[in-house]
């Protein structure tokens, strides 16, 4: 199970990486990645492309770089982007492809022939807890309660999120499952956003939503949805929003973003590029990214990142054949 007090652990590989700064992070490396490029294999708006305009804005409040470009190509939860960025981006040594969690999932799901693990990955960067939203004039006052209509008949609770087989999907089906239904019963309907899912929401069109606290929560300061839930570990500051455990169900979960470069590129343009993330990690404009997204610093970088990918495959694939997905 994903969550934060694992991330946090594992975060101590990272000054592995960081000891490659003093000889690899040198002047040819780093006038290379003085112009980025940034590939988002989603539509604008969603997690992914927050992440990469965050990036820009904090790279370039930092000086760290000169300029940056973000290249958008959505569809199927990064299945669709993901070939282009393996296929025609290789060797490109100041390109960043960001995705996670969800790419995972899709690739599973959509039984993609190109594999995430094709890619470099350089450095695993924010987590985000998941939220359960349902309308406002919804008879649902609980989670306890929506689970309970779930229990006694799955078809009449619809759970809005985004790509199948994505975060918001695996925290459905860990619900179901932990709550003592049958994952595979679940009524979920995908959208490409945030926005869409929101739009259905506030129509009534779907019992309940699912999606990072991110995309929800100014909708629920607002009083347009009221949360149920979130997949933290605990109560959250500010947030006064149950969890999922506390609710009696054992769940919680963490978004995770990170950055992968394409591959055939060089140990020296590798080695520049974890120094680049590692360097905003630390900057103050990066932090206060982080501090108005309200996403968790999980940074892991170089070959420590790539055991966890790896370890994450295996994990995420087991919970989607739950799902029936796998």
């Not at 590939?39 to 940056?68: H, Y």
């Not at 619900?175 to 129509?203: E, F, N, R, T």
């Not at 997204?293 to 370890?311: C, M, P, S, V």
Request: include cysteine.
């Amino acid at each position: 199970m994903i969550n934060r007090r694992s991330f946090l652990q594992s975060t101590v590989s990272a000054g592995a990486a960081a000891a490659l700064l003093p000889t690899a992070f040198g002047r040819d490396a780093q006038a290379a990645i003085d112009s980025l490029q940034l590939f988002v294999p989603a539509n604008p708006g969603g997690g992914w492309d927050q992440t990469a305009r965050s990036m820009e804005q904090a790279l370039k409040q930092a000086n760290l770089i000169k300029g940056a470009q973000v290249t958008n190509v959505g569809g199927a939860g990064g299945a669709v982007g993901l070939p282009q960025f393996v296929n025609q981006w290789k060797g490109r040594g100041n390109a960043l492809m960001v995705a996670g969690m969800v790419m995972v999932g899709a690739l599973i799901t959509n039984k993609s022939p190109v594999k995430v693990t094709q890619t470099v990955p350089i450095a695993r960067l924010t987590g985000e807890f998941e939220v359960i939203v349902v309308p406002p004039n919804s008879p649902f006052k609980t989670l306890p309660d929506l689970v309970a209509a779930f229990k006694a008949d799955p078809t009449k609770v619809s759970w809005a999120g985004g790509s199948a087989g994505g975060t918001d999907h695996i925290l459905a089906g860990m619900i179901a499952k932990a709550a003592g239904g049958d994952a595979k019963k679940v009524a979920y309907v995908a959208y490409s956003g945030g926005g869409p899912a929101q739009a259905a929401l506030l129509g009534s069109q779907v019992t309940c939503g699912v999606s990072g606290w991110g995309e929800f929560s100014e909708q629920i300061k607002a009083g347009k949805l009221r949360a149920l839930a979130i997949s933290a570990d605990k109560r959250q500051p500010g947030i006064d929003v149950p969890t999922i455990k506390e609710q009696g169900i054992d769940v919680e979960l963490y978004n995770w973003r990170g950055v992968f470069a394409p591959p055939g590129i060089k140990d020296a343009e590798k080695a520049a590029l974890i120094g680049l993330m590692t360097q905003m990690k630390d900057s103050a404009p990066w932090k206060d990214q982080l501090k108005t997204r309200e996403w968790t610093d999980i940074f892991l970088a170089g070959d420590a990142y790539g055991k966890y990918l790896d370890d994450e495959i295996a994990r995420i694939e087991a919970i989607l054949k739950d799902l029936g997905l796998a």
